[in-house]
C-alpha cells in the first residue's frame, strides 16, 4: 500500500469517525428533547386535589421580614441559636459577600457541636469555581451532612431529570426557628448598593416556636424536609474521598471560612445597634392557625397540592385576594382552572414585573402572552416599574387575614415540576403589614392595565420604558414561551 493510499484510508476513517459522532450527538439531543420537553410539553398533568384546608391550633409566632439586610440578619441570628441541628436547603446560591458569611456561620454552628443537614439543587445551585472548595470542606466536616438534589450527572443520564428540581427556601433551627420565602443567598436579595446596581425586592416570614411546642407548624416544616433530604433524589456528597489536592483546597476554605466568621464577629461587637433573635421576637404576631402545604416529592409530575390550595383559599376570598409572583404564566390547564373557580370576591390584584424590571426574560415573554387573560378580568392587573430593580416575592393575601409566602411562582413550572412548599397563616396582623409593604412599596410604583385606558400609572409610579434589547427580545421570545409553557 502507497503513502497517499495509507493517507486516504486515513481520510476516509476519519471523516466516519466524525460522522459517527455527529449521528450520535444528533441521537443524543432528540433524546434530550424527547425526554425533558416532549415528555411534559405532551401529557396531561394531574388535576387539582379535592382536599379540606386544617387549620392547626398553634402558640407558634410570625415575624415578616421584608427587608433584604434585616432578612439576611434574622438568618445569622437564627444560625448562631442553631444548638442541635440545622436545616437548609436553597435553590440557587448567587454570588457576593453574604453567601461566604452564610457559609462561614452555617461551619461556625457545626463546630460548635450542631448537626447540619444541608441541601441544594443539583443544577442550579450556584456552586462553581472556587466555591467548589465549599462542598470540599462540607464534605470533609463530621457534623455536615451535604446533599445535592438531582446532580448534574443524574440529568445528563436521563434528561427528563431535568425538570424535578428542588426549588425550596427552608431555614430551620432546631424546633424554635424557621424561614421560608422567596429569597436565595446572595447580595442580590440582601443589599442594594446603590440605586443603579440590581436589587430583587423580596419576602420571608420567620416562625417562633417560644413555648417549644412539640406538633407545630416547624414541626411540619421540618418533617417536609426531612422527606425531601431521605429522598432517592437527594444524592450525597459525604460519601467520597478526596483527592490530596482536594483535601489542601477544602482545608485552605474551612481556615478562610473561620477566619470570615471571627472577622464578622468582631465587626458585630464594634457596632452600637446589632439585630438580636430578641428583636425578631419583638417584632412578631400572634398566629390563629396555619398549615405548610407542598407539592409531592417524585420525578415527572407531582400533585400539585399548593396550586389546589391556593385556589381553594382564593374561592374563598369575600372581600379582597392580592397574588404576587415575579412573573404570571398560567398555561392552559391552569387557566381552565381559574375559570371553573367560583370566584366572587369584591376586589382582586395581581401584582407582577414587568418588562423593564424581570430579570428573566423568558418569563417574561411568557407573561406578556398571558397578561391579558387577567386584564380582561374581574383582577387590576399591575406591573412594577423601577429599573434596576425586580420583584421576587410569591405571595397571596386572602381578605386581610389569610397569608400565603413561599417559594411557588404563578406557572406550571411550580404547579408541578418543582418541589414547592408555603405557609399559610391565619393572621391579621401578619396579612395588615404584607398589604401595607405591598401598597406603599410596590403598588405605588407600578402601572395598572385597564382595558379602556391602558396605563395606569400609581401614585408614586416613574413609569420607564423598557431597554431597546428588552423591546426586540421579548417579542421574540413569545412564540417559544408559548410551545414552552408548560415548562416554565
Known sequence: MSGNEGLEMNKIGWKKAVNACGLLVVVYLLYVIAGGILSVTLRTPPEPVERALTFKETSEQVTLLEYGLASFGARMNIIEEAEETLDVAYFYM????????????????????????????????????????????????????????????????????????????????????????????????????????????????????????????????????TELFDSDYSQSQNNR????????????????????????????????????????????????????????????????????????????????????SPWVIPNRHMRQHLEAVDLSVGQAKVLTNGKSTNSNIFAQAGTENRKDFFIESFADYYEFQPKGSSLHMKTLVVDNQISAVGAYNFDARSTWLSTESMLVIDSEELAEQIMNEAEASYLNRSVRFD???????????????AALWERLLVPVMRPFAWVLESLL
Do not use: C
Not at 451 to 465: I, R
Open 94 to 225: 448567587e454570588q457576593g459577600e453574604s453567601v461566604q458569611l452564610h457559609y462561614a456561620y452555617v461551619l461556625a454552628a457545626a463546630d460548635r457541636g450542631v448537626n447540619v443537614r444541608y441541601l441544594l439543587d443539583g443544577l442550579f445551585h450556584g456552586v462553581r469555581g472556587d466555591d467548589r472548595d465549599v462542598l470540599r470542606a462540607f464534605n470533609a466536616h463530621p457534623n455536615i451532612e451535604l446533599k445535592l438534589y438531582e446532580p448534574v450527572w443524574s440529568v445528563v443520564l436521563a434528561p427528563w431529570r431535568v425538570n424535578n428540581r428542588m426549588h425550596d427556601k427552608i431555614l430551620i433551627a432546631d424546633d424554635q426557628f424557621a424561614v421560608t420565602g422567596g429569597r436565595n443567598i446572595g447580595d442580590l436579595y440582601y443589599e442594594r448598593g446603590n440605586v443603579e446596581s440590581s436589587y430583587s425586592f423580596d419576602r420571608d416570614i420567620m416562625l417562633i416556636n417560644q413555648e417549644g411546642q412539640e406538633d407545630g407548624l416547624i414541626s411540619d416544616m421540618q418533617a417536609y424536609y
Open 241 to 324: 474521598t478526596l483527592f490530596s489536592w482536594e483535601q489542601t483546597r477544602a482545608e485552605e476554605k474551612l481556615e478562610a471560612l473561620r477566619a470570615v466568621y471571627e472577622e464578622h464577629q468582631h465587626e458585630e461587637a464594634d457596632r452600637e445597634q446589632v439585630a438580636q433573635i430578641t428583636d425578631w421576637i419583638d417584632q412578631s404576631v400572634e398566629i390563629n392557625g396555619g398549615f405548610h402545604t407542598h407539592n409531592s416529592i417524585e420525578r415527572g409530575f407531582k400533585q400539585p397540592y399548593i396550586w389546589s390550595d391556593l385556589l381553594t383559599l382564593a374561592n374563598q376570598a369575600e372581600e379582597e385576594l392580592f397574588v404576587q
Open 451 to 465: 382595558p379602556s385606558v391602558d396605563k395606569v400609572p400609581g401614585e408614586h409610579t416613574e413609569v420607564k420604558e
